[in-house]
T-cell receptor, first 116, second 115 residues
Framework: AQTVTQSQPEMSVQEAETVTLSCTYDTSESDYYLFWYKQPPSRQMILVIRQEAYKQQNATENRFSVNFQKAAKSFSLKISDSQLGDAAMYFCAYRSGDFGNEKLTFGTGTRLTIIP | GAVVSQHPSWVICKSGTSVKIECRSLDFQATTMFWYRQFPKQSLMLMATSNEGSKATYEQGVEKDKFLINHASLTLSTLTVTSAHPEDSSFYIC???????????FGNGTRLTVT
């Protein structure tokens, strides 16, 4: 079974600074997807960024980028120019690449606080 | 616009009663939907995979007789919490999958409080 580990229960960053959230995972599969989701107080799950395991290039979405290290099974999220609206719970998630097995396995989450 | 509609957004019920939560796929036909539960300050834990036209697949430790799942059409899955107890109070959230590797779409969740 796949597992996802987020070792930082809480992180804080000064507004406009950069912060990196850590995520490691364990799998025996070669084809899979990794995601970072943001969950604000409204509890809506918002997709931040997605990475396909077969792609060597790290995904980027505006101020959000990942450092995907497949051999190390590491998938960290970097948030640049942090904004107050970035404050939320962030969950790392794994999804198999197998057709018909689209369920997500989540890490325990990291609560990000933005300091004005 | 929203891809997944989940209702109700919150519900309070008395212990011993049953509560039904609906999850609708608005933009596409979904053969598979997922039901997650999230306790306060915890992560999302998969409860079951809802398969259209067949029985749901439950995760280990989830009581299938307590959490009834019906996926009778390609756009609707329901989760019924039967004989609810205070320990069932939680946040329940559904998600819908396309079979193309695209990210799951989540409903807005249902906050259930059992008194």
């Amino acid at each position: 079974a796949q597992t996802v580990t987020q070792s930082q229960p809480e992180m804080s960053v000064q507004e406009a600074e950069t912060v990196t959230l850590s995520c490691t995972y364990d799998t025996s599969e070669s084809d899979y997807y990794l995601f970072w989701y943001k969950q604000p107080p409204s509890r809506q799950m918002i997709l931040v960024i997605r990475q396909e395991a077969y792609k060597q290039q790290n995904a980027t979405e505006n101020r959000f980028s990942v450092n995907f290290q497949k051999a190390a099974k590491s998938f960290s999220l970097k948030i640049s120019d942090s904004q107050l609206g970035d404050a939320a719970m962030y969950f790392c998630a794994y999804r198999s690449g197998d057709f018909g097995n689209e369920k997500l396995t989540f890490g325990t989450g990291t609560r990000l606080t933005i300091i004005p | 616009g929203a891809v997944v509609s989940q209702h109700p957004s919150w519900v309070i019920c008395k212990s011993g009663t049953s509560v039904k939560i609906e999850c609708r796929s608005l933009d596409f036909q979904a053969t598979t939907m997922f039901w997650y539960r999230q306790f306060p300050k915890q992560s999302l834990m998969l409860m079951a995979t809802s398969n259209e036209g067949s029985k749901a697949t439950y995760e280990q430790g989830v009581e299938k007789d307590k959490f009834l799942i019906n996926h009778a059409s390609l756009t609707l899955s329901t989760l019924t919490v039967t004989s609810a107890h205070p320990e069932d109070s939680s946040f329940y959230i559904c998600s819908v999958a396309r079979n193309d590797g695209s990210p799951l779409h989540f409903g807005n969740g249902t906050r259930l409080t059992v008194t």
